[in-house]
Structure formats: structure tokens, C-alpha cells
């Protein structure tokens, strides 16, 4: 059995704790599917992480599900590999912004991880700092598969899906205006991840998300002057509003790591974790939270992010 020593963080659909195993002592976090008022259980979203999970078995850049055991309330919860170095969200607060060869070693290490994903037709949906985790040696791997979605063969509308769903910095202009969505959303979001990491905000971001929204769909991109010529060009690449011309459209992450901006990894390596990350974070003990975002027990996901949608002008033009 396990043995529950702290929470780690509370989302709209699910509670994760930290966990030693009995027997061995080692630590893991448990994902237990519960909803805020802790009575009604998401148990398709529970179905739904399980099945994307096990469907991926062993990837470097994935977070692994070790183990499922049924929780008290008789749903199963599920058992998944502890990532000491805690949020990418809690060490981006902490850092304000990255270097770029950082930023590019995290992504390529996402971009894989997402590209693992797409192969198996599943389209992720949720890319932003609250889902990555760092794990001792300062490798990221992603986690939370709640908004995942499988039988999407496509990167655009053709073959993909329509819910409205993510967390607003991150959706893709054709999730706002609702035309159907494929497998190239996460390319976008990943684009904006990419500039958050190395700029310290979303590209698009405003506090009012009605102008977020607006700037998603129709604002020039800028850049802060320290940016470089290659970062610059794969970021307008990825943040391409027409989906045929985003980057990672036609042929998904073998067309992005082609990118000069990533010509100095070898994906091979990045992989296998072969390529020493810059930063690696300082870990007291093996079951410590110091890590995880005090924070970020409020955030919501999915469909509870859409209080209000696009303007009364621009619903009509997309039927929302």
C-alpha cells in the first residue's frame, strides 16, 4: 500500500497527493479523481488519463503511471512517478524568464513527449507551466491528461474534434473560433509556452480575457529586442494563425526539430536525457513539495475557463 504524506495540488477535477510506498519507502504521487466539492467523481476523465497513460507505456518526456489502486470512495486512482523539481509553473515564477538554450532543451524535451502523443492520434490540449514537471536531475516531462482526445488523425478541423476546452493564454485561434481542431492546437500552444519561457508572459496575454481572446485572434506578434533571429523565426512559425501554415502541421514534431532554432540538439540524445539541462533543481529529501505552486490549488481546467465567451459581435461570426 501507500501511505499519503502531504497534497500537492488541487485542480477542478482531481486532487494529487504526495505518497511513499510501504514496502520500499519510495515516494509517488496519487491522483485521485474527486471534484471541488470532494462528492460527485469525473470518472471519464479518470478513464480517459488511464487510458492515454497506458496507451503510451514508457516515454522519457511522459509522466509514467506506475501503479492503480482504488481509492477510498472506490474509484481508481492513479499512481504516478513523483517529479521531485516539482511545477515548470512554480520555477518560471521563480526565474522570471529562461535563457534560450534552457527554454530550447525544455521544449524539445515537451515537443517529443507531444509528438510521442500525436503518433497514437491523441491530441493533448492542456500544454501550459502547470502541467510540466521537472524531475531531480532538471528533465521535464509532461503530466495531466484530462483534456486529452484520441481519434484525432488530422492537424486541423478534418479528422479532429470541436470541444471548447483549455486554459485561455494557451487556446489556439481555431478553438476560439470554434471551426474544429486538430492535433495542430498543441503546436500553437506550444509556441506560446515556448515565447512564455523565454519572455516571461504570453505572448498574447491581457487580464481581461474578452481582449486576450482578441488578441489570440487578430494581434501582431512582438518581441522584446534581446530575442534571437532563430527563436524569433520558429516562434511565428508556431504562432501561425492558418493551421495548414503552422509549423508542425505537415509532418508534427520532425518538422519543428528541423527548425534551425533546435539545429544544435540531437533529438536522439534529448531523448535519452543525454543532454545536461542547465538548471537542476535543489531537492532536500526525497518526498519534499517545496516545488509544487502554494498557488495553484485554485486553477481550473477545461470548460470552467470559458465564463465569457468571445464578444456578442464575434460569436455571431463564429456561432458560438
Not at 485542480?11 to 494529487?16: C, K, L, R
Not at 504526495?18 to 470518472?43: C, H, M, P, V, W
Not at 460569436?315 to 458560438?320: K, L
Request: glycine share 8%; with cysteine; proline share 3%.
Amino acid at each position: 500500500g501507500y501511505t499519503v504524506v502531504q497534497e500537492l495540488g488541487k485542480g477542478g477535477f482531481a486532487t494529487v497527493y504526495l505518497a511513499t510506498q510501504d514496502t520500499t519507502g519510495e515516494a509517488y504521487a496519487i491522483k485521485q479523481f474527486t471534484s471541488e466539492n470532494g462528492r460527485d467523481i469525473d470518472e471519464d476523465k479518470a478513464t480517459n488519463e488511464r487510458a492515454v497513460l497506458e496507451r503510451l507505456g514508457d516515454h522519457e518526456h511522459v509522466v509514467r503511471l506506475c501503479d492503480i489502486v482504488d481509492d477510498p470512495v472506490g474509484v481508481q486512482a492513479l499512481v504516478l512517478e513523483y517529479m521531485g523539481g516539482g511545477e515548470l509553473f512554480h520555477w518560471l515564477k521563480e526565474h522570471r524568464r529562461f535563457s534560450e538554450p534552457r527554454a530550447r532543451l525544455y521544449t524539445a524535451e515537451i515537443g517529443l513527449g507531444l509528438g510521442a502523443l500525436h503518433d497514437l492520434d491523441i491530441v493533448y490540449r492542456d500544454l501550459k507551466p502547470e502541467n510540466l514537471l521537472i524531475d531531480t536531475e532538471g528533465h521535464i516531462r509532461i503530466t495531466d491528461f484530462g483534456l486529452s482526445k484520441d481519434n484525432v488523425t488530422g492537424a486541423g478541423a478534418e479528422g479532429g474534434t470541436k470541444t471548447f476546452c483549455g486554459t485561455p493564454e494557451y487556446l489556439a485561434p481555431e478553438i476560439l473560433e470554434n471551426r474544429g481542431h486538430g492535433k495542430a492546437v498543441d503546436w500553437w500552444s506550444f509556441g506560446t509556452l515556448l515565447y512564455e519561457m523565454m519572455c516571461g508572459l504570453p505572448p498574447f496575454y491581457d487580464t481581461n480575457v474578452q481582449r486576450m481572446y482578441n488578441k489570440i485572434l487578430i494581434a501582431p506578434l512582438k518581441f522584446p529586442s534581446y530575442i534571437s533571429k532563430d527563436a524569433k523565426a520558429v516562434l511565428m512559425a508556431l504562432l501561425q494563425r492558418a493551421v495548414d501554415q503552422r509549423l508542425g502541421s505537415a509532418k508534427d514534431f520532425s518538422e519543428i526539430a528541423a527548425h534551425d532554432f533546435y539545429a544544435s540538439l540531437d533529438m536522439d540524445k534529448v531523448y535519452k536525457k543525454q543532454i545536461k539541462p542547465e538548471f537542476v533543481p535543489q531537492i532536500k529529501g526525497a518526498d519534499t513539495a517545496a516545488h509544487f505552486d502554494k498557488e495553484f490549488t485554485s486553477e481550473k481546467a477545461c470548460d470552467s475557463v470559458v465564463t465569457s465567451k468571445l464578444s456578442d459581435e464575434q460569436a455571431e461570426a463564429s456561432n458560438f
